[in-house]
């Protein structure tokens, strides 16, 4: 039997997908301008174990900082301008942590699909700080945010220290037993690379009582495809381009 699903259908990636820089909250609220009221982002450790928001291992694509991102204090990646790399208009934003970007989504009544997304070496760890400060920002709220990653060990931690927070595997390819893990994770969701899914895979995975996401949709006629597929959710960057109503 399928868990009951509060979630948005329409999903905005980082954000607000290529519209401001990613994972700082200028792009949180302009993807909420947009009438998104669901967003994806990327939680890492800093080196002194606080959850921050990066996609990147390496600081260099996103910000002004160099090396990897996981070797530095909070106080350093604090100090760093994660906007001015994607145009002036945004210089200096910075980097946030999560229980900044979790506030922000509380307050709103928003909903938060955090990809735990490890430095290399640090999966377990990783899952399961993420998992405890996710527990402890949304203890007593109805709808908990939605905890994925590639990596399945940073799944296991999160489901060692908070159970109860929903997981969700994601796929970029269909590698050989995903579907036994993700049921030993105890996995809600399957999210995928949307060329991934037709319509035997989605059958699969509802049968296994777990719901049907993918990443990243940009396109209308791909958008399309899964909405006929009967897919459950679509995270985009083109938050200009689809609208959230569904």
Request: with cysteine; hydrophobic share 45%; proline share 6%.
């Amino acid at each position: 039997m399928t868990t009951p699903w509060p979630y948005p259908f329409w999903i905005a990636h980082r954000g607000a997908g290529k519209l401001a820089p990613e994972n700082t909250l200028a792009a949180f609220r302009l993807g909420a301008q947009y009438g998104y009221r669901m967003f994806e982002c990327d939680a890492k450790l800093s080196a002194d174990g606080v959850p921050f928001l990066l996609h990147d291992a390496t600081l260099e694509r996103t910000t002004n900082g160099h090396g990897t991102g996981g070797d530095l204090p909070l106080g350093a990646l604090a100090q760093l301008d994660a906007g001015s790399w994607h145009s002036r208009a945004w210089a200096g934003e910075a980097v946030p942590t999560l229980e900044a970007l979790a506030r922000f989504c509380i307050a709103n009544g928003y909903f938060l699909n955090i990809e735990i997304k490890p430095t290399p070496g640090h999966e377990e760890h990783t899952g399961r700080v993420v998992a405890q400060t996710a527990a402890r920002l949304w203890q007593g709220h109805a709808v908990p945010p939605l905890l994925s990653s590639f990596k399945p060990d940073a799944l296991a931690g999160a489901q060692a220290t908070a159970e109860h927070l929903p997981r969700a595997l994601l796929l970029d390819t269909l590698w050989d037993g995903w579907a036994t893990v993700a049921q030993q994770l105890g996995c809600v969701a399957i999210v995928c690379n949307h060329a991934l899914w037709d319509a035997a895979q989605v059958a699969q995975v509802k049968a296994l009582g777990m719901h049907t996401l993918s990443y990243t949709v940009n396109d209308e006629w791909a958008a399309q495809r899964l909405i006929d597929l009967g897919t459950d959710g679509i995270i985009t960057d083109r938050v200009d381009l689809f609208c959230p109503a569904r």
